[in-house]
């Protein structure tokens, strides 16, 4: 599913959705009038200034479209006549912030005490709520309050954009037309069928709305109404929240009664070649190549198939990966992200901390230097698609084939010492 943040650099997940709550209704900055930093044609301040001046033609020329979805005419005119573009949400659809978060900052944020706390206070007295949703969908309560943790702080940090207004400006000007015209029509729908009030239909900049921020698309083909009152309200209702979280996890393909990994020691002499997510073993097998449960309790489901993933390379915490970690990253596909929810629900399930050490002490690559890392790969022939300054399985694979060519540990992490190597060979 295309969710929340799909398009926003993996990297800082949530905290685009945190600056956007940042934004209060009362002082909005208004847009900086500048070119955006993708160098898209669609993004120069002169185009932006076009497209702007076009808004109401563009939403006009949407109609067609909204009545072939069932939306009617009074409900069209009602809910666009007095719209206008928010033009600060180009700045934020091409912020590039400088700095990529370190994973153990990320997970600090979003897994520490007072979080966890919270979460079980809820857990406890939705109880009956989360024993239904999990009856019938088979997904595990502890994920889906992660999820509701990570993404809105449980329902305490939504974002304030009205989503009509954030995805009919981002339908009609800027470089994800397309995309975001779908997920206008989609809010529309919301409204005219009326399933969460029309003022209580706000969120991120991106259109990301209620207690797990469900994008309109998303909602339109994930939501449920749980409580049977005869509306799908993933704002105002939690059982429909849950309801609908726990549904599109689902039909995303979530094995019930498996968890989604397991922090592991790696035994002395490992192949970190190994380390990659294209080689899956069953359980049984790694744990005859020597690896073990970091808390020392044994594997509960030897047959399960997973991989190792190292989020900071070989001086930081090894985790094996379930399948239903891929089913974590299709809500949002950044590995922190999916790290994050997956620790908050272990965290909430009672279980304790990450018992290996974050290497702290290492300097993270910024986004050019991730960028320049990858052209000098890409100079040597490593291939690993473009060079765009995330750090994803493909570049790790190049990083790995690289290290191991040097005769270094082939963790596949990006570390300064990497790029020096790159930059002196
Ligand atoms: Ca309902």
């Not at 009545?67 to 007095?82: K, L, M, Q």
């Not at 979460?119 to 992660?146: M, N, P, S, T, W």
């Not at 470089?175 to 969120?203: M, S, T």
């Not at 749980?226 to 689902?250: H, Q, Y």
């Amino acid at each position: 599913s295309v969710h929340a943040l799909t398009f926003i650099v993996a990297a800082i997940g949530t905290l685009a959705t945190a600056a956007a709550q940042q934004t209060g209704p009362s002082n909005p900055p208004d847009w900086s009038g500048q070119s955006g930093a993708s160098g898209h044609p669609l993004m120069t301040a002169e185009a932006i200034r076009t497209a702007a001046a076009d808004f109401r033609n563009c939403l006009e020329r949407l109609w067609p479209e909204a009545a072939r979805r069932g939306v009617s005419r009074e409900s069209f005119i009602n809910h666009t006549a007095w719209l206008t573009p928010d033009l600060r949400i180009m700045d934020l659809l091409d912020a590039q912030p400088e700095f990529v978060r370190p994973v153990w900052d990320y997970l600090d944020g979003l897994t520490a005490e007072p979080r966890v706390r919270m979460g079980q206070e809820l857990l406890a007295k939705h109880r009956a709520v989360f024993d239904q949703v999990e009856q019938v969908y088979g997904v595990d309560r502890h994920i889906l309050a992660a999820i509701w943790g990570v993404e809105s702080r449980y329902g305490t940090m939504i974002g304030d954009r009205p989503v009509l207004r954030s995805t009919a400006t981002l339908a009609c000007i800027g470089r994800r037309q397309p995309f975001f015209r779908e997920e206008f029509l989609a809010a529309l729908e919301i409204l005219h069928r009326g399933d969460v009030r029309p003022d209580h239909l706000k969120g991120s900049w991106a259109g990301a709305f209620g207690p797990t921020q469900f994008m309109p698309t998303s909602f339109k083909r994930y939501a449920v109404d749980f409580d049977g009152d005869g509306r799908r309200d993933v704002v105002d209702s939690l059982p429909d929240v849950f309801a609908s979280t726990a549904n599109n996890l689902k039909q995303d393909g979530w094995t019930s009664g498996q968890s989604w990994g397991y922090e592991v020691l790696l035994p002395a002499g490992f192949d970190y070649m190994l380390a990659d997510r294209a080689r899956q073993f069953t359980v049984r097998e790694w744990e005859q190549m020597g690896l073990r449960r970091a808390d020392g309790r044994p594997f509960p489901r030897p047959d399960d198939r997973a991989y190792v993933l190292l989020p900071a390379g070989a001086q930081g915490p090894a985790f094996l990966m379930l399948p239903n970690f891929a089913v974590i990253m299709k809500y949002n596909p950044a590995e922190a992200y999916a790290l994050a929810i997956g620790h908050l629900a272990d965290r909430l399930r009672g279980e304790g901390p990450i018992l290996q050490p974050w290497p702290r002490h290492e300097p993270v690559l910024t986004r050019e230097e991730r960028r320049e890392l990858q052209e000098r790969l890409l100079r040597r022939g490593f291939d690993l698609g473009e060079a765009d300054g995330r750090i994803g399985p493909r570049s790790r694979a190049a990083i790995r084939q690289f290290q191991a060519s040097l005769g270094l540990i082939p963790d596949g992490f990006a570390s300064v010492a990497i790029l020096q190597r790159l930059r002196d060979h």
